[in-house]
Structures are given as structure tokens and as C-alpha cells.
Nanobody, 125 residues
């Protein structure tokens, strides 16, 4: 059974940093692109960032570029999202996802095959 489990969320103040982790079990994803999405209150889930299978290519949404960094450790079957200079508009539930076929972009939900349950991130002003 494949599971993706996110962790690292919490309550922070504007300008602070958080690092999210997503650990996969039940299957190795070292050959697959992975991504982070988020869903803010009252909004649809949006793509945040994606990383290629070997970490050689990284892609970001305009709203987080320059502040967030996606990375991965294939030996640990884990993907990370380092979030710096956080803003109240970053408040959302953050999800990791796996794209078995493509590069993780464009960030269409239908392209992703496995999802985590999400971790809450709240940024106060």
C-alpha cells in the first residue's frame, strides 16, 4: 500500500520559515517527479512546486518563487519544501503528490497519481 505522509506544518509568523517533509512508503519514487500543492481556505487546490526524479529540474509557482525551495532525498524516498519569508497568504493545507508519468508540470491535479493527506500551515501577520 502506497502512502505519502507530510509533516512539518504549524503556526508561524510572517517572515518566518518552515520546512515540510513528505515521506513515501510502499513504493519507491526515485524515478518519478514529485510536487507540492496547497489549498487555502475557500479556494481550490493549487500547484506550488515540482521536482524532477533526480532533482535536476525544479519548477515553482510565481507566488512562491524566490521564497520556497523544493528538494528531495531519493535514498529516503522523501521530498521537502523549504518555505522562507512566509506570508499570511501562504496559509493553507499543503499536500505532496507523485507524477508517475510526467515531469510534474504543468501542475494539473489529474496528472498526479498519489497524494498525501496534507499538513496545515498557518502564517499570522
Amino acid at each position: 500500500q502506497v502512502q505519502l505522509v507530510e509533516s512539518g506544518g504549524g503556526l508561524v509568523q510572517a517572515g518566518d520559515s518552515l520546512r515540510l517533509s513528505c515521506v513515501a512508503s510502499g513504493r519507491r519514487f526515485s524515478s518519478n517527479a514529485m510536487a507540492w500543492f496547497r489549498r487555502a481556505p475557500g479556494k481550490e487546490r493549487e500547484w506550488v512546486a515540482a521536482i524532477s526524479w533526480n532533482g535536476g529540474s525544479k519548477y515553482y509557482a510565481t507566488s512562491v518563487k524566490g521564497r520556497f525551495t523544493i528538494s528531495r532525498d531519493n535514498g529516503k524516498n522523501t521530498v521537502f519544501l523549504q518555505m522562507n519569508d512566509m506570508k499570511p497568504e501562504d496559509t493553507a493545507v499543503y499536500y505532496c503528490a507523485v507524477d508517475l508519468v510526467g515531469s510534474g508540470v504543468p501542475g494539473l491535479e489529474s496528472k498526479f497519481d498519489y497524494w498525501g493527506q496534507g499538513t496545515q500551515v498557518t502564517v499570522s501577520s
